[in-house]
């Protein structure tokens, strides 16, 4: 849940960084540091796929490995889907507030998955 809500929460908080205009090189430096976040975040989910593994059925492990990846399918066409939309903006709102809207709106899939999440255990090996 950590790596969940370490790139969540950064992804969130990029579409809330202030502008140049407002902090000066701030606001790329903040970028860079939400960026990096995010990067350790996704690096550390990539270990469901072994949770997953480990815990399904010896018939079906292949295609429970296989779910994390077909998340990053999933999330491409949940993002083309997203940038669609906001082809309706005209330049001037996407360029001044409209870029925003799909960080913001990854909040809804952050508590998502810490939703689903909430109830899963670590091996039981490693819960002592």
Excluded: C, N
Aim: overall charge neutral; glycine content about 12%.
């Amino acid at each position: 849940m950590l790596t969940l809500s370490l790139m969540g929460s950064a992804t969130v908080a990029i579409g809330l960084l202030p502008t140049y205009e407002m902090v000066g090189l701030w606001a790329p430096a903040l970028l860079i540091t939400l960026r990096i976040i995010q990067g350790m975040g996704i690096g550390g989910e990539w270990g469901g796929a072994l949770l997953a593994y480990e815990y399904a059925p010896e018939k079906r492990k292949g295609f429970f490995g296989s779910i994390p990846q077909a998340g990053v399918t999933i999330g491409m066409l949940m993002a083309t889907f997203i940038v669609s939309l906001m082809t309706l903006f005209d330049e001037a709102q996407f360029l001044a507030w409209g870029w925003r809207i799909p960080f913001l709106l990854s909040s809804v899939l952050v508590f998502l998955g810490l939703w689903i999440r909430k109830d899963i255990d670590e091996r039981p090996p490693l819960s002592r």
